[in-house]
């Protein structure tokens, strides 16, 4: 089992800058890869970036590409989304995820989540 706890969400207004964490613990040696999702009131919840935590090989989602960076602490135990330049449509709970096999990380089946942060972005 992994447990993920996040921190870091807030309110903030529209360009500003938040960075969220996550603390993973409990076998997290049997995850391949880390995400960030994220869920807006009424919307699907949806995919923002990933990490494979052995190469450090990274993925966005267009809409935060080059705005976000995912990164991980030395000793892989910390997930970290720097949100710079933030949007009104930025505004949702993000969730930090976990996934253990090479095909659940490809195909996005994360079976780990935390409890979610909020964020608000104001215009």
């Known amino acids: 089992q992994v447990q993920l706890v996040e921190s870091g969400g807030g309110s903030v207004q529209a360009g500003g800058s938040l960075r969220l964490s996550c603390a993973a613990s409990?076998?997290?040696?049997?995850?391949?890869?880390m995400a960030w999702f994220r869920q807006a009131p009424g919307k699907e919840r949806e995919r923002v970036a990933r990490?494979?935590?052995?190469?450090?090989?990274?993925y966005y989602v267009e809409s935060v590409k080059g705005r976000f960076t995912i990164s991980l602490d030395n000793a892989k135990t910390t997930l970290y989304l720097q949100m710079n330049s933030l949007k009104p449509e930025d505004t949702a709970m993000y969730y930090c995820?976990?996934?253990?096999?090479?095909?659940?990380?490809?195909?996005?089946?994360?079976?780990?989540y935390g409890q979610g942060t909020q964020v608000t972005v104001s215009s």
């Open positions: 995820a976990a996934a253990t096999g090479t095909f659940d990380c490809n195909n996005w089946h994360y079976i780990y």
């Open positions: 409990g076998a997290t040696y049997s995850t391949n890869c």
């Open positions: 990490i494979w935590r052995g190469s450090g090989t990274t």
